[in-house]
């Protein structure tokens, strides 16, 4: 093999070896990436819950959907409701927020028509007849506060010990000397429950570090409040990009736009298979269309997400003030050159004859 061949192939063999690795730390992660990886056609290897239900491509005049749903399902929901009213002839869509556990519980009971959820229904769940059509999966960002001076990179490992109290203080993980203050979601959230599934979060109990702030509402918004300048807490990625009161923390030197950022939970909705109500189904069907899949997938941010080094203080110079231009004055017009008579040729000189 000749060095120009050794040379061309070191560099891939040493990303895959560093992809290799990261598959090796993470494969819980690695997993969920290649269940809910649309891009790379696995998605389809999932059973279609909607298989051989008829779907309805019209309504009647009037009709109405009633969805109880989880926070985390919010930019979901406003993604899609005003669409599908426009496309079924303004069909009223009402949502209701509250927690995946009353969402589920009032599909149970017929009381809504879909359940929005931010986490897989339980065997007791689908034992009781409801069906998950699961949609996505939204990726956590660790956030703290934009006046935060930490300006570094966690670890799955460093975010979990801060989260049960093992790392306490900022310079522990490279920050300032500062206590670290985790502000913690209800017990009920969505986005929190979504840790339990990383194997990093199964090492020891998952209970939040003495002395956390715990929000009483599930929202970014009320965690957003108390991160202060040493707090650090985790919220819907798509609720923060682009967020000035929150700061999001790399994690293994990427940002929630990277396929390797770690954390993410998923996103679905929930209806009764049994009894479905047509505008349910022309909801669901409306939903998972392809060529929907954009609108769903598409989050309010204006530029992808970069690291940036610390932005560095502009420095102006003043200058002293300077006096107004004054107009110059205006010139009086040229007056037309006067015209004078032709010059008459000179007469020649007398010639002298002269005698011999």
Known sequence: MSHRDCAHQAPAATSMKRWLLWLAAAPTVAALVVTFDRDHGLWAQAPNPLEGVEIPTTLEAGSKLAIESSESMRLVNDALQSRFAD???????????????????????????????GRGLTEAETQAGLTEVPLTR?????????????????????????????????????????????????????????????????????????????????????????????????????????NPAVKIVPMHDTLPDDPRYPFSQ???????????????????????????????????????LMLMPPMQPQIRVRRPPQPPLRPLPLRKPLSPPKLHPPLMPLPLPMQRSLRW
């Open 87 to 117: 496309q079924f002839g303004d069909v009223q869509v009402d949502v209701a927020y509250t927690t995946s556990d009353q969402a589920v519980q009032a599909i149970t009971n017929g009381t809504v028509d879909l359940a929005a959820i």
């Open 138 to 242: 939204h990726k956590i960002a660790i956030i703290i506060g934009p006046e935060n001076p930490f300006n570094g990179s966690l670890t799955i490992d460093q975010f979990a010990q801060i989260f049960r109290g093992e790392i306490t203080n900022w310079s522990q993980v490279g920050g300032p000397d500062a206590p670290i203050v985790l502000v913690d979601r209800p017990a009920t959230s969505d986005t929190r429950q979504a840790f339990r599934n990383y194997p990093v979060f199964q090492t020891a109990a998952f209970e939040a570090a003495p002395g956390a702030t715990q929000v009483q509402e599930d929202s970014t918004e009320a965690v957003a409040r108390d991160l202060g300048t040493t707090g650090i807490g985790y919220t819907i990625a798509e609720q923060a990009i682009n």
């Open 266 to 304: 998923p996103l679905a909705y929930v209806y009764r298979a049994a009894e479905p109500t047509p505008a349910a189904l022309a909801y669901l069907g409306y939903a998972t269309n392809p060529d929907n899949e954009a609108v769903i997938e598409s989050r309010p941010r204006g530029r992808p």
